[in-house]
């Protein structure tokens, strides 16, 4: 009993962390790639406001030299008369990598992803741009408020 406890601790544990980390994120570019036709340039204009705000709050700055990249991505399609929307939050950042020949590429240091089907489109991508935002800030307050 005590093994099948343990067992279900560690699998616990090892599936409930995420491989990413954002310590010393300190600033960062800002991108939307908007593949809708729902969402329009005044949207994007509105939803990168609010992410802005709610990042600054927690220190980040925005467009200084050698910034990494906050990309917020959303593709959608239709099946039947069904939205599928798809929403990403990514930060990419320029690494080294530690192969024979260090290489610099870039690397998704941070991913968000949420796959949704709506029939309101609109709204439900907000919020999903929301709960990815949140999921963010709930990882970057973990690693950089100890």
Do not use: W
């Not at 609010?50 to 990309?71: V, Y």
């Not at 008369?81 to 798809?86: D, L, T």
């Not at 690494?95 to 609109?122: C, M, W």
């Amino acid at each position: 009993m005590k093994l099948i406890l343990s067992l279900f601790l560690a699998c616990a544990t090892l599936f409930g962390s995420v491989p990413f980390t954002l310590d010393k994120l300190q600033n960062l570019r800002f991108l939307v790639l908007n593949k809708t036709d729902f969402i329009t340039p005044a949207d994007e204009t509105i939803i990168k406001t609010k992410i802005k705000e709610k990042l600054t709050k927690r220190g980040i700055t925005f467009d200084s030299r050698d910034a990494s990249t906050l990309m917020i991505t959303i593709d959608t399609f239709m099946v039947d008369k069904i939205y599928i929307v798809h929403t990403q939050f990514i930060i990419g950042e320029e690494v080294q990598t530690f192969r024979t020949n260090e290489v610099n590429t870039l690397a998704y240091t941070y991913h968000g992803s949420d796959l949704i089907d709506t029939k309101e489109p609109y709204a439900d991508t907000i919020e999903s741009i929301e709960y990815l935002t949140n999921e963010f800030l709930e990882l970057f307050d973990e690693d950089n408020h100890h």
